[in-house]
């Protein structure tokens, strides 16, 4: 009887466990949820990286309209579904594009947060 309680204790403390992983997807993938999509409509670079404020509508897959997005070092940037990535110096005013935050973001208006992905859409 005793071996069966701590068979079932084992599980359901797995159990527990694999419920409280964090579950995140690596960089890149598609399971992760647009922060936003929308216009660059401002670009502010320096030596680390840059700031872009991205303007857009709140769509059924995205969470903002107005996002202020800081691209660092670990940002992927893409262009439609290409593999090659690309700088931050490749953003230009008026490009259409998609941001997946990494972490938290500011809840201030606009958001503020960091993205991890930042994808250019030409189609």
């Not at 009887?1 to 084992?10: T, Y």
């Not at 309209?65 to 070092?73: E, F, G, L, R, Y």
């Not at 972490?103 to 960091?114: F, H, K």
Request: net charge negative; aromatic share 6%; with cysteine.
């Amino acid at each position: 009887m005793n071996k069966k309680i701590i068979i079932i204790f084992l599980c359901l403390t797995l159990f527990v466990l694999a419920g409280c992983s964090p579950g995140l997807e690596p960089s890149g993938s598609d399971d992760y949820k647009i922060g936003i999509r929308g216009t660059i409509t401002d670009i502010n670079t320096g030596k680390d990286g840059a700031n872009i404020l991205v303007e857009g509508n709140i769509e059924p897959d995205t969470i903002y309209d107005k996002a202020s997005v800081h691209i660092d070092v670990q940002t992927m940037i893409q262009k439609d579904d290409l593999s090659r990535l690309f700088e931050y110096t490749d953003l230009k005013l008026g490009d259409k594009v998609e941001v997946v935050f990494r972490g938290p973001v500011a809840e201030s208006y606009p958001v503020q947060g960091t993205a991890d992905i930042v994808r250019i859409i030409t189609k």
